[in-house]
């Protein structure tokens, strides 16, 4: 696991970089298999796998080119294990950062480290690059704030400028999480940006089995880890 390279260039330098962070595939240790309770979700979002594997067969077939979902759905349903596990399964580097982090009191941090952000992405290309919390730099402009309001706006209109800047040859996929996608801009679910949703649900009671079973598989044990999933997914709520 890394970081983007270091460019040093005075006082504030550091800041203005992307705090963003690079997870090489040999790394990235989670697959499709590792990750239950969302099944729909992992079908809707092999395209991206296919896509990242095969670039040059959209390209052949005029196909429409996957830019980028927004994974939406309650927290702590796996949207982050999801994503970590597309990049894992396609093979390529996992770029993750939280949409907190653009998020500064000084002035042209966010936009600069948003720049900072793709210029890593193209570089790493073909690869994953997950926003997390994208509500928190990609709410709705023209709202009440406290504060480093601007700020903010110039964050995500930087945010959109390098997702239309991306075209069929730059191989990135772009993923972002967010359980509040009732107060993002819209301008962001435009299409060629996050123009498609992809949901990830609380798991049933046969997705709390499936997850239960993923976790027991590692375990040396005697018991019949299937029905011990079963029974444990009926004693957790939904």
Do not use: W
């Amino acid at each position: 696991m890394g970081r983007g390279g270091r460019k040093g260039g005075g006082l504030f330098g550091g800041v203005m970089e992307s705090t963003a962070k690079l997870i090489n595939p040999t790394d990235i240790g989670v697959k499709f298999q590792d990750v239950a309770g969302c099944e729909e979700a992992k079908i809707e979002i092999m395209e991206f796998v296919n896509f990242l594997k095969n670039p040059q067969q959209y390209i052949d077939l005029g196909a429409k080119i996957p830019k980028g979902a927004l994974l939406t759905g309650p927290p702590g349903t796996g949207k982050t294990l999801l994503a970590k596990a597309t990049a894992g399964e396609a093979n390529v580097p996992f770029i993750t950062v939280s949409g907190s982090e653009f998020l500064e009191m000084f002035v042209g941090v966010g936009p600069s480290r948003v720049r900072d952000m793709f210029s890593m992405a193209r570089k790493h290309a073909p690869c994953i690059l997950f926003i997390d919390e994208i509500d928190a730099v990609g709410r709705k402009r023209g709202g009440r704030s406290f504060g480093g309001h601007s700020e903010q706006e110039n964050t995500l209109n930087q945010l959109l400028v390098e997702m239309d800047g991306f075209n069929t040859t730059t191989n990135v996929v772009v993923l972002a999480a967010t359980n509040r996608v009732d107060i993002l801009d819209k301008a962001l679910l435009r299409p060629g940006r996050f123009d498609r949703q992809i949901f990830v649900p609380a798991p049933d009671i046969k997705g709390r089995a499936s997850i239960f079973k993923v976790h027991l598989s590692p375990l040396k044990t005697t018991i019949n880890k299937d029905n011990l999933a079963r029974k444990m997914a009926a004693l957790t709520p939904g």
